[in-house]
């Protein structure tokens, strides 16, 4: 039973000695819990006409229920009317519910005690509105691509971060009853023609960058899985039976239902042998199209597509609602329901915690400003209102998430205005407002200013929408609105600027970092409804700013080397995605991955490691995830972190691996632990990072299995992907 790969020692370090120590996480116990399930799933599927069985795995179609996809009910087994509804960071269409922080903004925390908490108080809010399924968290799109117009719904561009924080969310949704989707599987990085293009990726590619999260998915028992859009190696996601069959069901040992994201399905028997279990939402958006539901029973009374092959679809998907107990008093629905209790706690952690502090000549924290000049359209809410824009598909205003499907109602919202001002007023200053993006007189607003804050933007989102010519995908990687010459026009009138960039994923930083008076660049990622209170918290030293990148900022863009493909797309990047790319073609990135300041500073020190892998391959039999052996620890690190400052704050010491040369060409190093220590002045922690037997695994094409190489692995830990602290090796 593995120790969660983090914070056991840092959950110790912050619990007080009042509370206690934490008790340590343990991986689920899947293989039990899923046979019960099946096994009142087997149970109830010998009750069951062939009719009901095609209602189990057929949507009702567009637009004919309460929630974005639902089943019919089976009144025999008291089964009820499904309902499936988004998304990753809320309840869709909810009018009582929170707006969670977005997943990459959750990442950006690196802090697993949050990131669990938001998965929690998640699934309490959708039990409480009836829903069955959320239909998140979404690791997948990893975010190869820097544009990528849905990379900010999932958590960073690394495998094994979106993996720990994929995992947490997972458990946490799970824990509160309600049944998680995790999405979109399989390699679907872009929005660009994402519902005719393919991706075509190489064998272990797949295996240690995309399928990596969905891997942990599997582990940590989700209850379903959603196919993609997009083609992969020419076929579609949804009738892939290498995908689905084979790397899913049968490598990962997932023992839940493949759901079709809406019309992504192609073909009737196409489908059901690849390896889907249900369509959604049963047509397609025009009502019709109906590819299952009639269509489904004439190819299973026909022969081209075994009644086994349906039991098995009915039975995934009843297994799915057992073993979220949710045949036992589920709340009726009702999407309205007033459910956020104290989740705003969690909204405002999470916004305040993910915000990266990228530099700073001492100007922050504020020092008791008396007048302060804040200037831009995302300075304050959308004038139209906090919900106009149908999904979030604007950009006007202060910017909390993206745009699509994936995107929720705020229920309030604290605009950087509002926050500022409320606080300006208790310390009896006062604040001038230019709330347009304007430069013709903006040096009235600023000059004279003890400090100002300038606030833009770059959004992205789902592809149905397009946003000042965005369709989805971002066109570059500069901020919106002329951010970088209201910076300028900014700094030509004052000479303490703080820029403060509210963004979906990387922008090019450059002109604003080479304009005197540009004294520091803070990261404000996407905040949801706490968008101000988490700036103003950062801003005034409330807290040390503790927030890491969870992506490259680069100098420009083409230093990614990836950008969305107009036709297929051939991967041909492989393993050297972000930083991994960075450092193999020895690019030196502006802010690199795992970076972030604070208001201290950290000393490491007393690096240990303690081993006792043994290379080869993987030999366990399978559990959910794919052999038990790759969940087992391996090996352990420690590395002691002091607060060396004067003030309390929290570090992110990283550790990354680095393979021996008997691995065929892997990336020069790559995130494999984590821990988030809370200290007082002069306090120390100790971070233990837990190496899993996957951990120190490459995938072995020939062998087709996870193998450790033997030889000496470099173990590299510091406060970020390139600021190393100590050092120190494995020998296998
Ligand atoms: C896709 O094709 C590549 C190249 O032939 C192969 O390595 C990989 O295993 C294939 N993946 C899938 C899921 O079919
Ligand atoms: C952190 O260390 C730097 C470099 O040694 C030093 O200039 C700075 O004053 C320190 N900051 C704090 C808050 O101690
Ligand atoms: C931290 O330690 C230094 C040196 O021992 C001491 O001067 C300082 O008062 C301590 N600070 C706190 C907050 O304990």
């Not at 891997?215 to 993609?228: E, F, P, W």
């Not at 892997?666 to 120390?684: D, I, V, Y």
């Amino acid at each position: 039973m593995a120790l969660r790969n983090l914070v056991v020692l840092a959950a110790a370090v912050l619990a007080s000695a009042e509370s206690g120590e934490k008790v340590p996480r343990q991986a689920p116990t899947g293989t039990a819990a899923w046979a019960a399930a099946h096994s009142k799933a087997a149970a109830a599927l010998s009750k069951l006409s062939q009719q009901d069985k095609i209602n189990i795995v057929t949507g009702v179609g567009w637009d004919k229920g309460p929630c974005v996809g639902n089943t019919s009910p089976v009144n025999s087994i008291r089964y009820p009317q499904l309902c499936l509804q988004d998304g990753p960071l809320g309840i869709r269409f909810g009018t009582g519910s929170t707006a969670f922080t977005p997943g990459i903004h959750a990442a950006s925390t690196w802090d697993v005690d949050l990131i669990r908490q938001r998965g929690v108080y998640l699934g309490q809010e959708a039990k409480g509105c009836g829903v069955h399924v959320i239909l998140g968290p979404a690791p997948g799109a990893l975010g190869k691509n820097p544009t990528g117009g849905r990379n900010w719904e999932g958590f960073g561009v690394d495998p094994y971060l979106s993996g720990i924080a994929t995992a947490e969310t997972i458990e946490g949704l799970q824990s509160s009853g309600v049944q998680a989707t995790v999405k979109h599987y399989l390699v679907n990085e872009q929005e660009l023609n994402r519902e005719t293009m393919s991706s075509n990726v190489d064998d272990r590619t797949i295996h240690e960058l995309y399928l990596w999260p969905f891997a942990d998915a599997v582990h940590s028992n989700v209850a379903s899985v959603m196919c993609s859009y997009n083609k992969i190696n020419g076929t579609w996601a949804c009738e892939n039976d290498k995908v689905l069959n084979g790397l899913l069901k049968k490598e990962l040992g997932f023992q839940g239902y493949v759901v079709s994201d809406w019309n992504a399905q192609h073909t009737t028997n196409g489908a059901a042998n690849g390896g889907m279990d249900m369509t959604m939402p049963g047509s397609d958006f025009n009502g019709r199209n109906v590819l299952w539901g009639p269509q489904l029973n004439n190819a299973v009374n026909g022969g081209q597509v075994q009644r086994s092959r349906l039991d098995d679809m009915v039975k995934r998907i009843l297994a799915g609602w057992y073993l979220l107990g949710q045949d036992q008093g589920y709340p009726a629905i009702n999407i309205k329901a007033n459910v956020q209790g104290n989740h705003k706690e969690n909204v405002r952690a999470v916004a305040r915690d993910g915000t990266v502090l990228l530099t700073n000549d001492g100007i922050l924290p504020l020092k008791n400003p008396r007048k302060i000049a804040l200037v831009g359209s995302a300075a304050v809410t959308n004038p139209q209102g906090m919900n106009a824009c149908t999904d979030k598909g604007c950009n006007t205003g202060a910017l909390g998430m993206g745009w699509g499907s994936g995107s929720v109602n705020y229920p309030y919202f604290v605009s950087p205005h509002d926050a500022l001002r409320a606080r300006a007023q208790a310390d009896g200053a006062t604040v001038t407002l230019q709330s347009s993006d304007s430069t013709s007189n903006v040096q009235s607003t600023v000059s004279g200013a003890d400090v100002a804050i300038v606030v833009i933007t770059a959004n992205s989102g789902e592809g149905y929408i397009t946003v000042e010519g965005n369709a989805g995908d971002r066109n570059n990687l500069d901020p919106w609105h002329n951010g970088n010459q209201l910076v300028q026009a900014v700094a030509q009138a004052n000479k303490n600027v703080v820029v403060v960039v509210h963004s979906t994923g990387p922008v090019i930083l450059e002109t604003i970092l080479n304009t005197p008076g540009v004294r520091a660049v803070v990261w404000g990622g996407l905040p949801s409804s706490e968008n101000g209170n988490a700036m103003v918290d950062i801003l005034y030293g409330v807290v040390s700013p503790n927030g890491k990148l969870p992506y490259t900022i680069a100098k420009s863009a083409s230093d990614y080397g990836t950008a969305p493909s107009r036709g297929d797309d051939n991967f041909k990047e492989g393993l050297f995605i972000d930083y991994r790319h960075f450092d193999n073609a020895k690019i030196e990135p502006r802010f690199e991955f795992g970076f972030g300041l604070s208001y201290t500073n950290f000393t490491y020190s007393d690096l240990t490691v303690t081993s006792n892998a043994k290379s080869g391959p993987a030999t366990g039999s399978t559990i959910p995830g794919g052999p038990a052996d790759l969940w087992e620890n391996v090996a352990t690190v420690t590395v002691s972190v002091k607060n060396t400052g004067g003030v309390a704050g929290a570090e992110v010491p990283q550790l990354y691996i680095t393979l021996p040369s008997s691995a065929p060409s892997t990336p020069p190093k790559q995130l494999r632990g984590f821990a988030k220590l809370k200290l007082a002045p002069n306090a120390s922690g100790t971070a233990t990072f837990n190496l899993r037997r996957r951990d120190l695994s490459y995938w072995d094409t020939a062998r087709q299995n996870w193998v450790v190489p033997s030889g000496e692995f470099g173990v590299s830990v510091g406060a970020s992907s390139r600021d190393i602290r100590l050092t120190g090796k494995i020998t296998v």
